[in-house]
């Protein structure tokens, strides 16, 4: 008798979702969701019902093509819409178009794709949660099907769609994805009386009374808050009767994001089903945790060997930076140096370089943005020039954090004024008491009369008392864990990266 071999719950559960995610993958094309026995049957619920909505808005019209014109090919892209847990919330099919044979000047004369920053985005919720306004979330049912189209453009008969006969093109009276001028017909929430923010195209101001609301738009996807939940309802039944929507109410889960709101009046971005997924794909599923993103002993070099990488490492780095630039800026320095070695690398045996010099070659450069104890923006990358001298190196450093910074405060600025609130001046740290002085003073001129021009304006916003620069103590300095290897021990005292010291960090 053969013997039953028993697995764990974990395991058990880890089997089960890979079983699930071969099971109820999307298909690549349309002929292919007959291969899947399973889900065929809600894909093709999928094409029809976008169908039936570009019938209902007048998407496309059978014609037959001139012979002065050339038709858009046309193809069906299929995704799985899954919930904060991994459950499918619902299948979708688009129909899209091959844009890529467009010529401009001819098919089309501008596009614009509406996608919020990250940054703006973490700004907003922060925002919303220190004023206790309310984040709501929209999604828009076939978005970009809404706007009249000027050019004439054909396309090739969608699959699955029936026809009269004697046509074979479709001519396309509205937008469709992916022809190039599809997104730019996305401006209904101009008229309605929103103005486009200055700082970023993808967030929309409008201001009633002494009241604001914010929307945020990523293609489909509408996030909404504002001072006023009356005027909040206002804006939604002004979208609801211009597109057909679905209101989720409070925003729990957005762009792949999971947003929890804490008890201690603070809010948790995570991706920990990305993560899982990260994980799952690249079979990590049982790696130990470490104390920290890397190991401080760990020293590559470039390496001139032809041999291939055995392992998918640029696969690997790829899907932990977007990762790194949507929640996890604790592995951005671990992400940005093995990004160093994309196409081949060693170890090396010698003693590892500081962050000035040796195997690093550049100095990095790295800025936190806090607003009340929440982070917001961060950012780390290679400084622009070879520097041995630290000072120098922090000054430089310091300037490309203010361009950053102030970026940050224009657009605080311009919420705060709307709001009716009075914005507080840009405050920025270092923990280098001669950069300090470099930017109040023109001191160490024999050491820094090279320094490119281009740097010097941090004096200009000094002097013009728009930036205030404040020194903080080495061990308080967020962004070390941005610009080089560091122990778990080494930042113990900071618990979360979004609440610095309150002695050190006032309070934006």
């Not at 990523?218 to 996030?223: A, G, I, Q, S, W």
């Not at 690249?282 to 291939?308: C, E, H, R, W, Y």
């Not at 996890?328 to 196409?343: E, K, L, T």
């Amino acid at each position: 008798m053969d013997q039953i071999k028993f697995i764990g719950a974990r395991q058990f559960a880890l089997n089960s979702s890979r079983c699930a995610n071969e099971l109820f993958s999307a298909p690549r094309n349309y002929p292919t969701i007959n291969a899947q026995s399973g889900p065929s049957g809600f894909w093709r619920k999928a094409i029809r019902a976008e169908l039936k909505s570009m019938r209902q808005r007048a998407v496309f019209r059978t014609a037959k093509l001139p012979n002065d014109q050339r038709a858009v090919g046309s193809k069906w892209v299929f995704k799985i819409k899954r919930n904060a847990d991994g459950s499918i919330d619902k299948y979708k099919a688009r129909l899209v178009a091959k844009g890529f044979v467009q010529k401009y000047g001819i098919d089309y004369t501008e596009t614009f794709l509406p996608v919020v920053k990250y940054v703006t985005l973490r700004v907003i919720i922060a925002i919303a949660k220190y004023f206790g306004w309310p984040f709501d979330q929209l999604d828009v049912v076939t978005a970009f099907l809404y706007g009249l189209m000027k050019e004439k453009v054909f396309c090739s008969v969608p699959e699955g769609a029936e026809l009269d006969d004697g046509f074979d093109y479709v001519e396309l009276p509205k937008a469709i994805y992916e022809l190039k001028q599809a997104s730019r017909v996305y401006e209904y929430v101009r008229s309605i009386g929103f103005r486009v923010s200055s700082y970023d195209p993808c967030l929309y101001i409008k201001v009633i009374d002494g009241e604001c609301v914010l929307l945020l738009v990523y293609v489909d996807d509408v996030l909404v808050t504002g001072s006023s939940a009356d005027l909040i309802a206002e804006v939604k039944r002004q979208l609801k009767s211009r597109f057909e929507m679905t209101d989720s109410g409070k925003c729990s889960y957005s762009l792949g994001i999971e947003v929890v709101d804490n008890a201690d009046v603070s809010v948790t971005l995570s991706q920990a089903r990305y993560i899982n997924h990260i994980l799952e794909r690249f079979g990590m599923q049982d790696g130990k945790p470490a104390a920290s993103p890397v190991d401080i002993s760990m020293n590559l070099v470039s390496s001139d060997s032809t041999t291939k990488l055995d392992a998918p490492f640029r696969e690997a780095v790829g899907a932990l930076m977007h990762l790194m630039t949507s929640t996890r800026p604790d592995i951005a320095f671990a992400v940005g140096y093995v990004s160093r070695f994309m196409r081949t690398y060693k170890r090396n045996t010698g003693l590892r370089s500081s962050e000035h010099s040796g195997t690093f070659k550049r100095p990095s450069h790295t800025e936190f943005a806090s607003l009340q104890a929440r982070m917001s923006t961060f950012k780390d990358t290679q400084m622009p020039t070879g520097l041995d001298i630290s000072p120098i190196a922090e000054y430089i450093a310091l300037s490309l954090a203010i361009q950053e910074g102030k970026w940050v405060h224009k657009l605080l600025c311009e919420i705060r004024t709307a709001a009716g609130r009075v914005t507080p001046v840009l405050k920025i740290f270092g923990d280098n008491q001669s950069c300090i002085k470099m930017t109040k003073n023109p001191v160490n001129h024999g050491r820094t009369k090279h320094i490119d021009i281009k740097y010097h304006h941090i004096r200009d916003e000094v002097k013009r008392e728009e930036v205030i620069v404040d020194y903080c103590e080495t061990k308080t300095v967020l962004a070390d864990i941005m610009t080089k290897s560091v122990t778990g021990l080494h930042k113990c005292g900071i618990h979360t990266l979004g609440e610095p010291t309150p002695s050190v960090y006032d309070t934006y």
